[in-house]
């Protein structure tokens, strides 16, 4: 258990509300990533922090922002919530040298 | 080409069988390779690190094909419970971002 834990862990949004989903980590590990997963697309990375207030972007990051302000949370904001963001959010800390991620349980995001 | 590449399946097969998957990477400069397993509506959850001189746990064996630029990942006496989508992961190395392929869909059949 990697300690990770993302809320809300279910939410139903309309078409141009902002949303905030959190990762909360226990561990103290540097690296967080936010992906997103889509049947026919897989994962895909959408931001990431390597630090306290650094951070950088995926490759599908349009629509989307991050705030790490502490090292144990990692926030992902739609500013404005589209259909095409219905999805399946999953947060991932690094935790060793070889880079390997262990994942949230996920958050299932639905926008009407 | 895309980056990450795996047979998306599905693969079906009865108890005890062996499967292999394999996983094609475009970037030659990629440093270090996963395999994750994933139950429906459920998280990835790392199966095996590959290393270059290929690794063993258990059941399962994993290798890497660095000239070819592919890894692997062998199943023997496959069980029901080894149902799951398998994900191939690589890291380029900025960051330790990973780029996963699609999966692919295991059933193991009674």
């Known amino acids: 258990d990697a300690g990770i834990t993302q809320s809300p862990r279910h939410k139903v949004t309309e078409t141009g509300t902002p949303v905030t989903l959190r990762c909360h980590q226990t561990e103290n590990h540097r690296y967080m990533y936010w992906y997103r997963q889509d049947p026919g697309h897989g994962l895909r990375l959408i931001h990431y922090?390597?630090?306290?207030?650094?951070?950088d972007k995926g490759e599908v990051s349009d629509g989307y922002s991050v705030s790490r302000s502490k090292t144990e949370d990692f926030l992902l904001t739609l500013e404005s919530a589209t259909s095409s963001q219905t999805s399946v959010y999953f947060c991932a800390i690094r935790t060793s040298g070889m880079g390997e991620q262990f994942f949230g349980p996920g958050t299932r995001l639905t926008v009407l | 080409r895309k980056e990450v590449e795996q047979d998306p399946g599905p693969f079906n097969v009865p108890e005890g069988a062996t499967v292999a998957f394999n996983c094609t990477y475009s970037n030659s400069a990629s440093q270090s390779f996963f395999w994750y397993r994933q139950d429906c509506r459920k998280e990835p959850k790392l199966l095996m690190s590959v290393y270059s001189s290929g690794n063993e746990d258990g059941r399962f064996t994993a290798q890497l094909n660095r000239a070819s630029q592919y890894i692997s990942l062998l199943i023997r006496d496959s069980k029901l419970s080894d149902s799951a989508t398998y994900l191939c992961a690589v890291n380029k190395g900025s960051n330790y971002k990973l780029t996963f392929g699609k999966g692919t869909l295991l059933t193991v059949n009674p």
């Open positions: 922090s390597y630090g306290v207030k650094d951070t």
